[in-house]
């Protein structure tokens, strides 16, 4: 195998909280054998903080596919353009949705708070919100909707709209991406030259489904059913093993 690619939450990371002590020797192992890569909901710097710094200079795929970034580059940015983005953001407001919107490293909060707000803000010490006019100025990467009642009409308004814009349903943690154009993980690979038919690939939800189906070995955590069965499936506490018994057959 050339590769492994690890989704985050819900895959090596349960609640939010940084990766365990032993799926981190697990990866640190594996990667003596082939390059490990990080395909995350998260952006970038949301990534990071749940990652050990002997794995920062990993290839980091995130908001679904919209960014790519290796050692402070981005080699993929996607962005909305700004008529979408503000025309999107009153619909958000004037439904008063709690949200958050990214840009590439900045992001800013609804005007209707939220628990997620303080887990965002917990992440980011150096980096607090910001106002999402200089969030708009950035460019939007992604918008987080925190309230699945508005999914339904949300989705209806867009559908009525000219937008560039694909949704993506975060069904275990009960909220939806909203992020420009053809976005996602597998594609993102695909323009990094990224094969997933030479990788491994753990993933545990829909986000998850298009590069489980191409990869070479293929790993569900959990329940999650993808339409093309996997090559294996393991519970949350079997990931660090399951990492292990990997590396030591790609090292044979």
């Known amino acids: 195998m050339r590769y492994a690619i690890f989704d985050i939450d819900g895959t090596i990371s349960q609640a939010g909280q940084p990766i365990s002590s032993s799926v981190a020797n697990a990866l640190l192992a594996l990667r003596e054998h082939c390059q490990v890569v990080f395909a995350s909901a998260r952006p970038v710097r949301d990534m990071l903080p749940l990652l050990p710094d002997e794995l920062h200079d990993a290839v980091m795929v995130g908001c679904n596919g919209g960014m790519a970034w290796q050692r402070g580059e981005f080699m993929i940015n996607e962005k909305f353009d700004a008529d979408s983005a503000a025309s999107m953001l009153g619909w958000l407001d004037n439904a008063r949705a709690a949200y958050v919107v990214e840009s590439h490293w900045q992001y800013g909060f609804s005007p209707i708070a939220h628990d997620f707000h303080d887990y965002v803000r917990s992440l980011n010490a150096t980096f607090p919100p910001v106002e999402r006019d200089t969030v708009m100025a950035q460019g939007v990467n992604k ?41 996602d993980k597998v594609n993102a690979l695909d323009r990094l030259a990224i094969a997933p038919e030479h990788a491994i690939i753990f993933g545990n939800d829909l986000n998850d489904q298009a590069m489980l189906a191409r990869a070479a070995h293929s790993v569900v955590v959990g329940e999650f059913q993808p339409t093309t069965p996997p090559h294996q499936r393991v519970a949350f506490d079997e990931v660090a093993q399951a990492i292990t018994a990997l590396a030591d057959r790609v090292a044979a």
């Open 143 to 183: 918008i987080l909707i925190l309230d699945m009642a508005l999914r339904e009409p949300l989705l209806e308004y867009l559908s009525a709209q000219p937008f560039n814009v694909v949704e993506k349903l975060h069904r275990f943690d009960h909220c939806f991406d909203l992020m420009p154009g053809q976005t």
